[in-house]
Structure formats: structure tokens, C-alpha cells
């Protein structure tokens, strides 16, 4: 089906910057929503942000005028840059994506989730 591989994780200072990136890849027939979300330890996964195909936005509260989402349709990529980093950013970000994968000449749904990559934020 589609596969979505998360990078970018690590240890930052608080203030600093980072970047992830998600590539999805299979049998891709299109992409819908792109989103990030995130989970720190006894917490619940919670949203981060969303892009649309068309390139619509959607930002927690939490972040918003810090992290930016982006995506790159030609390559079936997004993006989140994140700045001004904080220790309660401090958690597992996860890629998620929704779509249609084919098979033939049918084609079906798909909500694939990352294997996540670590964000930690500390002095």
C-alpha cells in the first residue's frame, strides 16, 4: 500500500530549530492530507499540523507562528520546520497521510501512519 518514513529527529537547545520530513512511497494513486502529529509520554497522540493537496493549513494552537508545514507533491513529501523549540515540543512527531493507493486499474483508500522519529528539546 503506501509507506510514509519520518527524518529529521534529535536533541535541540531550547530556542533552536529543526526540521523533519516525511516521504510516502508505494503505489500511489494520490495524496489528499499530509499531517504531523506528536506524543509525549502519558500524553495522547495529538495534532501538530495539516497541509491539503492545494496546500491548505492547519496548525494547533500550540505551535502556530513557530512551525511551519509544507509538502512537496511532486515528491511526496512534507515538511515541518520548526522553530523557537521549547521543552514541551519534546516528544515522538509522527507522519500521517490519507489517500488512495491502486491496484490495477482499481484504486482504494488508504490512512498510513510514520514509524515516528524523536524530537527532544533540553539545555
Known amino acids: 500500500q503506501v509507506q510514509l518514513v519520518e527524518t529529521g529527529g534529535g536533541l535541540v537547545q531550547p530556542g533552536g530549530s529543526l526540521r523533519l520530513s516525511c516521504v510516502a512511497s508505494?503505489?500511489?494513486?494520490?495524496?489528499?492530507?499530509m499531517g504531523w502529529y506528536r506524543q509525549a509520554p502519558g500524553n495522547k497522540r495529538e495534532l501538530v499540523a495539516t497541509i491539503t493537496s492545494g496546500g491548505s493549513t492547519n496548525y494547533a494552537d500550540s505551535v502556530k507562528g513557530r512551525f511551519t508545514i509544507s509538502r512537496d507533491n511532486a515528491k511526496n513529501t512534507a515538511y515541518l520546520q520548526m522553530n523557537s523549540l521549547r521543552p514541551e515540543d519534546t516528544a515522538v512527531y509522527y507522519c500521517?497521510?490519507?489517500?488512495?493507493?491502486?491496484?490495477?486499474?482499481?484504486?482504494?483508500?488508504?490512512?498510513?501512519w510514520g514509524q515516528g522519529t524523536q524530537v527532544t528539546v533540553s539545555s
Open positions: 508505494g503505489s500511489i494513486f494520490s495524496i489528499d492530507v
Open positions: 500521517n497521510a490519507n489517500g488512495r493507493w491502486y491496484s490495477g486499474r482499481i484504486n482504494h483508500p488508504f490512512n498510513s
